[in-house]
C-alpha cells in the first residue's frame, strides 16, 4: 500500500500588527507564581522564590515609571537554587516574606550538607522608589555551617511596551560600574538622551562584588541568625544613604494607615467575604498613587501601573458612596490634564479627557503615542459624570466650581468634536493609525461587531457612551442649580430628555431584546446582544418597560455563567469565553450592572450577580478578583477559568466588591437633607448582617448594621455623629 503523502496544513489564526499593535501575548503558564508590590510610581513583580527572572513565564522585575530597572534577581546557596517552603503577601500589601531553606548539597555521591538545616527567611517590601530586602540566614542545624550565597543581578532598561512584547529596531547605552565596596551602579542612556539608572546596595559589603553578582562567604554558627540587606533604588543618586529597612518599613505602614484613615469600612458576619473585602481595600490602596493633584487609583499591575481616565473615573464612582475623596483627586489630576489642542496622533481634541499617560523612554520618543493620550470616547463623559455624583454625594460645591471650566470643556466636546456628524451621538474614530481602533472599554479590535460577526467600521457609537452623556447631563443639572446656573441647569435636562428619546428609536432591538451594542459610521445597528445594555441600567436611560427585558437577559444562562455575567452573549457571532472581551467576566463591568439593577428595583438579579462574584472571589488566590476571568459555564465542583495576562491587582476589579454592597443595601446618600437611604435592601443567604463603620455625610458619620431575617432586614444604628437621618425604604 503506498504511503499517504497527503498534506495537512494548520491555519494559524492570529491579530494582525496594525489590529492590535498593543496586544499582550500570553507566551506560557509561570512555573513559579507571581507577587506584586507597589508604592507610588514603582511597582515590583516576583515569583514566589522572591527572584526576578528566574523562572520563566512572568512579567517580572522592578518598574519605575513605564521603565524596567530591575530584570534579573536570583538568590542562590552554594551555586544552587533553593526549596520554598512558603511566601506571603501580608494582608495589608506592605510586605512579601518568603520562607527557604537548603537541599541536600552532594559532591561525589556524599551528602556534604542535608537539607532543610538552613532557614532563610526573605523579607521584601517597596518604599519611595526603592525595593529593600532582608535575607536572614538561620542555622538550624548542630554545628557550624560554612556556605556561599551569591546574590545575581542585570537589568536592561526595557520600556514596558518591549516587556509586553513590542520590537524596537535600536536602543541606548547600557554601563555597569562597582562604584563601592557595597554598591553597583547600572545605567542605560536612552534615544530620548534620558539618563537612567538602577544602584544595588548592600549591608555589610559583600566578600566579593561584580557588576552582576554580590558574594558572602559565611560562617554560621550552630543555631545562630545572620542578616544582610539588599536595597534597589530607581534613578536614586549613587551618593545618597540607603533609609535602613526597619526605618523605611515602619515608615511606609505609617503613610499607609494615615492614607486609609476617614473612609468607610465594611465587616459582615461572613469570614470569607471579610477577606475579599479586605483584599479588596488593601488592593486599591496599594494602587492610590500620590500626585500633584491629589491621590490617583492607578488602573493594576504590570501593564497599567499609571493613570487611565476611564480606570480612574469609574473606579471613583465605585468608591464615591464609601470613600468620596477618591473621586476628588481623580477629578482634579484629569482636569489638570485635559486636551487643549488637536494631535492627531495623541488622539487629542480640545476639551477631551485623557485617556493614558505614559513617562518611558518609547513614549517620549512617540515610537507609541500614549504619553499623553487621549484615545478614550467614554472617558469625558464620565468625567462630567463623576464631578456631577460627587457634587451631590458631597455636597463639596466648591470643588465643582473650581473644576467648572474643565466641565464645561468637556461637554463643548461631548457636544461638538465628539459628535462629527452632529447626530446627537458622541463617536470615536481614531485619528491615528498607531491609536486605538476600539475606544470604549471594551478596546479589543475585535470586540464591536455586528451579529454576523463583521467588525463595525467608520464613526462609531456605543450604546452605553450615549448612557455616560444622558447620566453627566441630568447629574451635572442638580449641581448647576446649586450653583445658580439655572439656565444651564434647563438646557442640560433638555438635553438629556431629548437624547434619551433618540437613543431609543436608534438603539432598540426588539429582535434581540435589548439594545445595540453600537451604531457603525452608516448607522446600522450592531445588533448584538452584550454586557453594555446593562451599564445603560446603571445610567438611567433606559425606559422601565424594557430595563425589565435587559434585566431578564443578563439574568439569563446565555449572560450568566454562574460566576457573573459575560461581556457577549453565549450563541453571539464572536462569543468566546476566553476571549478578552467578548465573552469573559469581568468583575468591574457585573458591578456597574448590579448597580444598574439595583436602580430599577431588580433585586433578585442583583443578588444573584452578587453571589456570583463572591464565589468566584473565593476560589481565587489571595481572595483577590482579577481584571478578568473566562466565561465558561459553572460546574459543580469546580472554580472559575482564569484568564492567562489578566492585571491582578486591578483597580476597578478591586473596587467591585463596594460597589456590589451599594447595590446590594440599596444605599442613597444626600447631605441636603441629611439623610441616608436604604432601598429596598437585601442580604444574600450566605451573609446574615452587614456593617457599615464611619460611612460620612458631610459633617455627619454614622456606624449602622443590617441583619437578615428571611426574606426581611431590619436596621440598627449602631453610632452617630451629627445630624443625619438613616431610614429604609420599601419600594
Known sequence: MAADTTSITTTIQEPSSTETPFYIPATGTATRPRRTLKHGDSFVVVDSHGDIGASPGGSDGLFHKDTRFLSHLELRVNGQELLLLG?????????????????????????????????????????????????????HGDRPIELLLSIHFRNDFADLFEVRGMHRARRGSTRQEVIGPDRVLLSYLGLDEKLRSTTVAFEPAPSELRPEVAIYRLVIAAGEAQSLFVAIGCDTPRERQVTPFFIGLRTARREQQTATRGATTVVTSNEIFNEILHRSAADLQMLMTDTPEGRYPYAGTPWYSTTFGRDGLITALQMLWCDPRVARGVLHRLAAYQAKTVDPLADAQPGKILHEMRSGEMAALREVPFGLYYGSVDATPLFVLLAGLYGERTGDFDTVEALWPAIEAALGWIDGLGDPDQDGFVEYRRASELGLANQGWKDSYDAIFHADGRLAEGNIALAEVQGYVYAAKAALAHCARRLRRIGMARRLETEAKELAKRFEAAFWCPEIGTYALALDGDKTACRVRTSNAGHLLFTGIVRPDRAALVAAGLSGPQFFSGWGIRTVAKGEARYNPMSYHNGSIWPHDNALIALGLARYGFRDAVEQVFKGLFDAAAYMDLRRLPELFCGFQRQRGRGPTLYPVACSPQAWASAAPFSLIQALLGLELEPRRSEIRLRQPRIPSFLDEVTLQNLQLGAASVDLRVRRHGDEVSLEVLKSEGRVQVSIVAS
Open 87 to 139: 511566601s506571603n503577601l501580608r494582608d495589608d500589601n506592605t510586605l512579601l516574606s518568603v520562607d527557604l531553606t537548603n537541599p541536600d548539597f552532594l559532591a561525589e555521591g556524599r551528602v556534604l550538607l542535608q537539607k532543610d538545616l538552613l532557614h532563610i527567611g526573605r523579607t521584601m517590601f517597596l518604599w519611595r522608589g526603592t525595593a529593600y530586602q532582608r535575607l536572614a540566614v538561620r542555622n
